[in-house]
């Protein structure tokens, strides 16, 4: 499946943005679908993911209660609203999606990834 990530940008500490992620296949509502973000010089780390049965949620503890994941089958995209951004919160976010549905944490369980968007918080 080919996934296209948009909605990032430049925002002060204490903003709001959100994420989207569009993907092209029929069969979106089979797969489950993570965020993951790359911060310079560190490694790629889970964000978030949502399963696809009953949409159960996960996430990462740095994100807990200030980002929330969410799918929209009819549209085949899923979103991360990210609230109370922190300049911690900079890097690239990367959308993925697992046809197995796990809603894993590990990177290595999506086979197929988006191109990445840009966030950036201001101190």
């Known amino acids: 499946v080919q996934l296209q990530a948009s909605g990032g940008g430049l925002v002060p500490a204490g903003g709001s943005l959100r994420l989207s992620c569009a993907a092209s296949?029929?069969?979106?509502?089979?797969?489950?679908l993570a965020w993951f973000r790359q911060a310079p010089g560190k490694e790629r780390e889970f964000v978030a993911s949502?399963?696809?049965?009953?949409?159960?949620?996960d996430y990462a503890d740095s994100v807990k209660a200030r980002f929330a994941i969410s799918r929209d089958n009819a549209k085949n995209t899923v979103y991360l609203q990210m609230n109370s951004l922190k300049p911690e919160d900079t890097a690239v976010y990367y959308c993925?999606?697992?046809?197995?549905?796990?809603?894993?944490?590990?990177?290595?369980?999506?086979?197929?990834w988006g191109q990445g968007t840009q966030v950036t918080v201001s101190s």
């Open positions: 993925a999606a697992d046809l197995y549905g796990r809603g894993s944490s590990s990177q290595y369980d999506y086979a197929d």
């Open positions: 296949t029929r069969t979106f509502s089979a797969y489950a």
């Open positions: 949502i399963r696809r049965f009953r949409s159960i949620e």
